[in-house]
Structure formats: structure tokens, C-alpha cells
């Protein structure tokens, strides 16, 4: 097997607002949590610093997650598609450097949510027997373009589905 470079390709940077949306929408979630820390502090008295920590954190953690993990997340994530198998590469801590052989390729499709839609992104699956892979936020030319490249080299015709 031969020295390749890194996956050198990249998502769409409209991924960024996208992780950003979908992070606020889980910090709304943990501001809930909050609210009812407030109520059950003046209810049974309990001390009020305790939900003042909790607005702390949660403004740190809003800032972690909504801020500065979708730019990491966005500059770590690479793949690469050539004629025998597929690479992905992400991870922030722990990196993660995934090959695919085109020959355990069982399908490839896209996808598209309500919030990628809004940005005209889709996500590529590829289904092997291992389990499902997903290339995230591309653009939609970009995603077809990709699924009809998997599926010609892995030899799928659009004839046989």
C-alpha cells in the first residue's frame, strides 16, 4: 500500500452556522434546566448561589459550544474519495481517521433536514456492514456529485436499483 497525504477536501463552511443553530438549540434545552433551578431555589429556599453557578456555567458552556467547537470541529473534518476506498478524517480531541474499501460499500445516499435545507446542504451516508459513515454539510452539488462518484466506483448502476 502506498503513502498518501491526509484527505485534503473539505465540508462547506456553511457547516459552521449550521452546528451553530443546532448547538443553541441544545443550549435552550440546559436553559430550562436552569429556569427550574431558579424556581426550586426560591420554592424550598434553598441557597442562592447555587443557580447563579448554573447561569455561570451555562454561559461558559453556550460560549464552548456554541463559539469555539463548530470552528474546530469544521477546520479537523477532511475526506477523500478515490478509486478503492474512502476517508474521512475529524475529531477535535481524539481524532479519528476512518478508510472505507469501496468493495464494503453496500449503498451511499443523501440526506437533507429541515436546517440543512435552509442552507442547501445534504449529508452523504455510505452504508458498509460495519455501520453507517456520514460526510457532513456539503453543498447539494457537491453531495449528489459525491454519491453518484461512490456509486459508480463501487459499481452500482442506476439501472439495478
Not at 443557580?51 to 474546530?72: A, C, D, K, N, T
Not at 453496500?106 to 429541515?114: I, L, R, S, W, Y
Not at 435545507?117 to 452504508?127: H, M, N
Not at 458498509?128 to 452539488?141: C, F, K, N, Q, S
Request: charged share 25%; with cysteine; hydrophobic share 50%.
Amino acid at each position: 500500500m502506498t503513502v498518501r497525504d491526509l484527505p485534503s477536501e473539505r465540508i462547506s463552511k456553511k457547516a459552521l452556522s449550521v452546528w451553530r443553530i443546532k448547538a443553541a438549540l441544545e443550549i435552550c434545552v440546559l436553559l430550562v434546566l436552569v429556569v427550574v433551578l431558579f424556581i426550586f431555589t426560591l420554592r424550598f429556599a434553598w441557597p442562592l448561589y447555587l443557580p447563579w453557578i448554573g447561569v455561570i456555567l451555562l454561559l461558559l458552556f453556550s460560549f464552548w459550544h456554541v463559539v469555539i467547537f463548530p470552528q474546530w470541529k469544521w477546520r479537523k473534518w477532511r475526506y477523500a474519495v478515490y478509486e478503492k476506498e474512502i476517508e474521512l478524517l475529524r475529531g477535535i480531541f481524539i481524532e479519528k481517521h476512518t478508510v472505507i474499501p469501496m468493495n464494503r460499500v453496500q449503498h451511499v445516499d443523501t440526506e437533507q433536514g429541515p436546517i440543512y435545507k435552509k442552507f442547501g446542504l445534504r449529508a452523504v451516508t455510505i452504508s458498509t456492514a460495519a455501520g453507517v459513515h456520514e460526510i457532513p454539510a456539503l453543498t447539494e452539488e457537491t453531495a449528489q456529485s459525491l454519491r453518484d462518484k461512490i456509486a459508480t466506483l463501487v459499481g452500482m448502476d442506476e439501472e439495478d436499483e
